[in-house]
């Protein structure tokens, strides 16, 4: 059975993750759709809402569950018993850093293995930090969250 993390911030889910785990859950057994805990970052939604948002994505997808992590995601998947990572690729700017993150963790456990997908093309341009520019300044943020997390997102900013 192939099991894989599909692993992210997801500060907030976009269509682009979405997407992204759509696609990955067709290609693996179970797939776990984990949230990095990072009290450094400063995050616009708490690590439980991040986990609930995607849970309410992914609840029509059965072989989707979502966790949140703390650490190393190498470790993560070693606990959850998965040897696959899923990272998805938008442009040349991501390769650098995701070639480097997963040969790092490839020599920490040769037995995790990283597999990326180019994003669709129409999510191309698509970023978390995109989403809150756009949402920050009041903008039109319809075409890249679902319906129901606009005015959750609006309303941080109201906060
Ligand atoms: O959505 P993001 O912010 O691009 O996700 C990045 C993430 C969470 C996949 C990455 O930062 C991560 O794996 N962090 C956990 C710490 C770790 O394992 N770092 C890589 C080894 S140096």
Redesign the pocket.
Known sequence: MKKAIY????DPVTFGHLDMIVRSAKIVDELIVSV?R?SAKNALFSIEERVSMLEEMTKDIPNVTVRS?D????DHARDMDANLII?GLRAVTDFEYELQ?AQ??RIVNPQVDTMFLTTSLEYAYLS?TIVKEVASYGGDISHFVPEHLIARIYAKYRE
């Open positions: 692993p992210g911030s997801f990095l990072n992590f650490g190393l995601l190498i990272r993150i790092t963790n978390s």
